[in-house]
C-alpha cells in the first residue's frame, strides 16, 4: 500500500474470494514453506478492519509469547459481522482451492476432509465475544507498522494497544505450511488510532 505523505488509512472494502488465486509453493532458505496470494487482476490483497464509526481493537495487544524481544509480534483483531463474514467466505474458499490444487500446491493429492483437518483458520471464536482474527505486526525494524492519528499525522505506534481503538490496514500476505497444517498470514502495514481510552481501559 503506497500511502502519499500525510494520508493515512482509507477504508477499504473486503476484497472478493473467488478472484484470489495461490502461486506456487516456495521454501525460504530458512526451510519455511508458503504460497503467496494474488488477485488476479492487481497483485497484492489489502483490505481495512474497523472504520470510524466502528473502530476494531486489539483486546490482548501486540504480544509475543515466546520471545518478547522480537519485533515481530501476534496481533489479535475484533471482527465485526460484516468482517466475520468475509473470514467464513475465505475459509470455505481455501478449502475447496487448496484440495483442487493441493498437487500443485503440496505435491501430493488431499481429500476435502483431510484439507479441512490441516486448514486453521486465522479466527477465533469464544460465546459471547466478537471474534477474533489473528494478525501479525512489526513493531520495530526497516518493515515497522506505521501509526496515524484521526488529523491523519505521523506518530509513534503506542505502547500498549488494548485501550485503542483502532483502524488496521491488512495485507493477507500467504499461506504458511507447517508440517501437514496451514493457514494464513496477515500484516498489518498500518494502525490508525481513532482514540486511546486509558480510563475505561479494563486491562
Known amino acids: 500500500m503506497h500511502h502519499h505523505d500525510n494520508t493515512s488509512i482509507t477504508a477499504m ?37 474497523g472504520d470510524p464509526s466502528a473502530p476494531t481493537q486489539a483486546p490482548f495487544g501486540a504480544s509475543n509469547y515466546n520471545d518478547e524481544e522480537s519485533v515481530r509480534k501476534t496481533l489479535d483483531l ?15 474458499w481455501a478449502v ?41 505486526i512489526n513493531t520495530g525494524g526497516l518493515s515497522a507498522a506505521r501509526a496515524w492519528t484521526v ?12 485501550c485503542c481503538r483502532l483502524m488496521a490496514a491488512v495485507q493477507l500476505s500467504h499461506l504458511w505450511v507447517m508440517g501437514r497444517d496451514f493457514g494464513w498470514v496477515l500484516n498489518v502495514s498500518d494502525l490508525q488510532i481513532l482514540s486511546e481510552d486509558a480510563q475505561e481501559c479494563p486491562f
Open 78 to 92: 475484533r471482527l465485526n459481522e460484516q468482517e466475520a463474514q468475509f473470514f467464513e467466505e475465505l475459509d470455505a
Open 151 to 162: 488529523e491523519r499525522q505521523r506518530i509513534e505506534l503506542p505502547g500498549d494497544l488494548r
Open 96 to 136: 475447496e482451492y487448496i484440495t483442487k490444487h493441493s498437487e500443485r500446491l503440496f505435491k501430493k493429492a488431499l481429500t476435502l476432509d483431510q484439507v479441512r483437518e490441516h486448514y486453521r483458520s486465522p479466527v477465533s471464536k469464544k460465546e459471547g465475544y466478537q471474534p477474533l482474527v489473528r494478525c501479525k
Open 13 to 49: 472494502t473486503l476484497p472478493a474470494v473467488d478472484g484470489f488465486h495461490l502461486l506456487d509453493t516456495q521454501t525460504s532458505s530458512r526451510g519455511a514453506k508458503s504460497a503467496l496470494l494474488v488477485k488476479k487482476d492487481d497483485g497484492k490483497v489489502f483490505f481495512t478492519l
